[in-house]
C-alpha cells in the first residue's frame, strides 16, 4: 500500500496550488460581490467564466474521471490531493469543471451511456458550456432507500412519460442547466424491489417540468447552483434517453454514489485544512487577556486535535481511493462507508473549534466557516445518511464472522 503522490500528481498539485493561490482564493469575494450585484442572484458571475477559461488553458480541467480517454487518466488515488485542494474554496470545483452533480453525471455517462448520449450530452459537460442535475430524492417518501423511490417512467410507444415530485435537485437554478438524470420506476410491480427502477436523460426544457421552489440550506440557497423541489407531469422523452435498460437504475445509483462519496470527502478534507488555518492564523493575531490566543492551552489542545483528526481521516480516505484502483468500486464499499461517515463528522468538529475561536466573527458572513460549517453538516445527510452507511459497515463486518 503506497499513498506515495505519482510524477504527473505531483506537477497537478505543484500548478493547482499555485492558481488557487494567484486566482481562486482571491476570486470568492469578487464572485460574492458579483452574485450580490447582479438583477438576479441566478445568473453566473463573470468571474466564473474567467476563471474556468483560464484553468481550461493551463491544463488544469477535468480531473475527476479515473483512467478515463476523457481526461488526464488519474487514479483515485491520484486525484485525492487535488479534490482535496480544490475543496478549500466553494467556489473551485467549478473552476476546473469537477464540481457536482456534474462529476457524477459525467461518470454516468461515461460508464453506461451510448454513443449518442455521450455525443449529445457528455461532450458539451466535458466542455463546460452547460451544466446538469441529478433528481432522486422525493419530498414524500424516505428517499435514503432508493428502492422507496415513486417517480414513475412509462413507455408509451416511442416515448417515455415521466410523472412525480422530485426535490432537493441540486444545480436546476443554474441557467446553464441543459439536462437532468431522474431516477423513477418502470416495473412498480417488479417482485425485485431493485430492480423496479430506471434513470433516463431529460432536457432541461422539456414541457412539464416545474420548479415549485428553491430550498435553502441552513439558510444559504446555494445561487446561482441551488436545491429545487420539482413537479414532473407528463414529462415526454424519447426512448433512445433511457440508460443502460429498464430496471438498471438502482445499479446505476450505486455505480454513480460511490465515487461521487469519496469525492465529497476528498473536498471535506480540504474544508477541515482550510478551518485549521484560518484558526491558526485567528489564534496568532488576537489578543485576549493580555496575551494572544494561541498562548492558551485549551486552544492549542483544539489545534493539535485537529491536525490529529484531519490527517487521520485523510489516511482513511486514501485508503479507499487505494482499494477503489487496485480491487474496483464494489470491493471498497466499506471504507467509502467509512469515510463518508468519519470525514464530515470530522470536519464540523474542526470547524466548530475554529468558529468558538473566531467568536461573533466566526458565525457571520465576514468569514467562511458558517457557510462551511452548514455544508459539512449536510453532508452527513447528502448521499446516504450517516445511519445508512453505519448500517451497512455492519452488515458487511457482522458477514466476516458468521
Not at 341 to 348: D, I, L, Q
Not at 359 to 384: C, E, H, K, N
Request: charged share 25%; hydrophobic share 40%.
Amino acid at each position: 500500500m503506497d499513498f506515495d503522490l505519482s510524477a504527473r500528481t505531483k506537477d497537478l498539485l505543484a500548478k493547482l496550488q499555485r492558481f488557487m493561490d494567484e486566482h481562486v482564493l482571491p476570486a470568492e469575494a469578487v464572485f460574492a460581490a458579483q452574485l450580490e450585484s447582479g438583477l438576479s442572484r441566478w445568473t453566473i458571475p463573470p468571474v466564473m467564466e474567467e476563471l474556468k477559461a483560464r484553468a481550461r488553458h493551463e491544463g488544469l480541467w477535468n480531473l475527476f474521471l479515473p483512467e478515463s480517454e476523457y481526461g488526464p487518466g488519474l487514479a483515485n488515488l491520484e486525484y485525492a490531493p487535488l479534490c482535496e485542494l480544490m475543496g478549500m474554496s466553494p467556489i473551485a470545483p467549478e473552476v476546473f469543471n469537477c464540481s457536482f452533480p456534474d462529476t457524477g453525471n459525467m461518470e454516468v455517462l461515461v460508464r453506461y451511456g451510448t454513443d449518442a448520449q455521450r455525443t449529445q450530452w457528455l461532450v458539451p459537460l466535458l466542455d463546460g458550456t452547460i451544466r446538469s442535475a441529478f433528481a432522486m430524492t422525493e419530498p414524500d417518501v424516505a428517499s435514503s432507500d432508493a428502492t422507496n423511490i415513486q417517480a414513475s417512467i412509462v413507455r408509451d410507444g416511442d416515448e417515455y412519460v415521466i410523472n412525480g415530485r422530485k426535490w432537493w435537485t441540486s444545480g436546476i437554478g443554474d441557467p446553464r442547466c441543459r439536462l437532468l438524470i431522474v431516477m423513477g420506476k418502470t416495473d412498480a410491480d417488479n417482485p425485485d424491489r431493485h430492480k423496479q427502477q430506471s434513470m433516463i436523460l431529460v432536457p432541461r426544457d422539456t414541457a412539464g417540468i416545474t420548479v415549485t421552489r428553491m430550498l435553502s440550506v441552513f439558510g444559504y440557497d446555494d445561487a446561482p447552483h441551488g436545491h429545487g423541489e420539482l413537479l414532473f407531469e407528463n414529462v415526454r422523452v424519447p426512448k433512445a434517453n433511457l440508460l443502460l435498460g429498464e430496471g438498471r437504475g438502482f445499479e446505476i445509483a450505486q455505480g454513480r454514489l460511490g465515487p461521487g462519496r469519496i469525492h465529497h470527502c476528498m473536498r471535506q478534507i480540504g474544508v477541515a485544512e482550510r478551518a485549521l488555518a484560518l484558526m491558526c492564523q485567528r489564534a496568532k493575531q488576537r489578543v485576549a487577556f493580555g496575551r494572544p490566543l494561541s498562548d492558551n492551552d485549551v486552544t492549542q489542545e483544539r489545534i493539535a486535535q485537529a491536525r490529529i483528526e484531519i490527517d487521520r481521516a485523510r489516511l482513511l480516505v486514501l485508503h479507499a481511493a487505494w482499494v477503489m484502483d487496485t480491487s474496483g468500486n464494489k470491493a471498497a464499499q466499506q471504507m467509502i462507508a467509512e469515510i463518508k461517515v468519519a470525514v464530515p463528522e470530522m470536519t464540523s468538529r474542526v470547524l466548530d473549534w475554529a468558529i468558538q475561536l473566531f467568536g461573533a466573527a466566526g458565525v457571520s458572513q465576514v468569514f467562511p466557516l458558517a457557510y462551511l460549517a452548514a455544508t459539512a453538516r449536510t453532508m452527513r445527510i447528502l448521499d446516504g445518511p450517516d445511519e445508512v452507511h453505519r448500517r451497512q459497515i455492519a452488515r458487511i463486518e457482522l458477514k466476516k464472522h458468521s
